[in-house]
């Protein structure tokens, strides 16, 4: 199918744009009336991920609504683990947690390692996205980095240390590099998946990168993203890994088209290590709550640091519920709207 905007994948192959592309991670979501509406028909978030055309609805309407240059599946990157055989829920404003945790060598040798399959209702609703879709904007599809999602299995949700993670990584890697190689596995499969079933583009979220040092980063993290990396030679691939400011230059070295940055790492620093790879990023989501005025000047700002091309604008981190969507909305149109050739001309 021919796009009839394509500007994201060009921006990410490095080609000339003649504007900057823009969309927003967690843009199907909370911030818009629509989507709850739609969540609150079913019995919640997990029945929405897994009901296709349902999650294809959600999933479109930030295209509709915000105007963004592609769309982002709706899904999470938990559905991983629960691929391998580990369950997990998802709490009302309190977020995801697994009723049954990794605690031992035994819990790693349970896991199975998911096949493209096991993620049919996501395939089928990129499938259902893309029909619907028509060619408008691009589709993005995505997978937690596993390092991410090791943090999940272990600690059994979010954590303020870490602790049970890294105990595990230090006390036993042996067994931590089995788990995060099942992961990978699983995660390769699914994502090839995505990419037959319409994919234009995949973006790696390695969510909880920061709480590691560059040492163990290279250790934990950087094969495994290589591995994914590797396996989707045929596709754009974004990484992102949130607070791992000191990988930037590993993670270009990686064969991927985009490094994500959050809010931390300067654009112009980040343009120098990651030499030609395109980069996306990296508004401070907390900006939205300022001012239309003041968003369109951290906008510019922004955008002037990146430069005009080999760039795609984004937040640092996804978009928070609670955030005006005009504001969301407004910043898209700023950045639409940004005259390019005033950077070019520099």
């Not at 967690?26 to 349902?54: C, H, M, N, W």
């Not at 997990?88 to 605690?103: A, L, R, S, V």
């Not at 040798?109 to 028509?134: C, Q, S, V």
Request: aromatic share 8%; with cysteine; hydrophobic share 40%.
């Amino acid at each position: 199918m021919i796009l009839k905007n394509d500007l994201l994948l060009r921006a990410a192959r490095g080609e000339k744009t003649e504007r900057i592309p823009v969309w927003l991670m967690r843009q199907a979501g909370r911030i818009l009336p629509e989507y709850r509406a739609v969540r609150a028909s079913l019995s919640g978030f997990k029945e929405l991920v897994e009901t296709p055309d349902r999650a294809a609805e959600v999933t479109i309407q930030p295209v509709d609504i915000l105007g963004v240059d592609a769309a982002i599946i709706f899904s999470d990157i938990l559905v991983v683990s629960e691929g391998m055989g580990l369950r997990y829920e998802m709490e009302e404003k309190k977020g995801p947690y697994f009723p049954q945790t990794i605690e031992n060598p035994q819990d790693i040798e349970r896991l199975r390692t998911g096949k493209a399959e096991d993620f049919h209702y996501t395939l089928d609703a990129i499938r259902i996205t893309k029909k619907a879709l028509d060619g408008r904007v691009p589709l993005i599809g995505f997978a937690g980095a596993p390092f991410t999602l090791l943090c999940y299995m272990v600690e059994g949700g979010g954590s303020k240390t870490f602790s049970k993670s890294k105990r595990l990584l230090f006390s036993d890697p042996d067994s931590a590099k089995k788990l995060l190689q099942k992961i990978t596995d699983t995660t390769i499969a699914y994502l090839r998946g995505q990419v037959e079933a319409g994919a234009d583009l995949i973006q790696v979220f390695d969510s909880w990168a920061g709480i590691l040092s560059p040492q163990a980063y290279e250790e934990f993290s950087l094969p495994y993203m290589r591995q994914i990396c590797e396996a989707i030679p045929d596709r754009p691939v974004t990484l992102f890994a949130k607070g791992a400011f000191y990988a930037r230059k590993s993670l270009a070295a990686l064969p991927c088209s985009v490094i994500g940055t959050d809010w931390n790492m300067p654009p112009q620093e980040s343009r120098q290590l990651v030499g030609n790879k395109t980069l996306q990023g990296n508004l401070d989501p907390c900006i939205l709550y300022g001012s239309e005025k003041f968003i369109t000047e951290q906008t510019h700002a922004m955008i002037r640091e990146f430069g005009a091309q080999k760039y795609i604008a984004n937040l640092g981190h996804g978009v928070y519920p609670d955030t005006d969507p005009m504001k969301v909305k407004h910043f898209v149109e700023t950045v639409q709207n940004f005259d390019i050739q005033s950077l070019e001309a520099l």
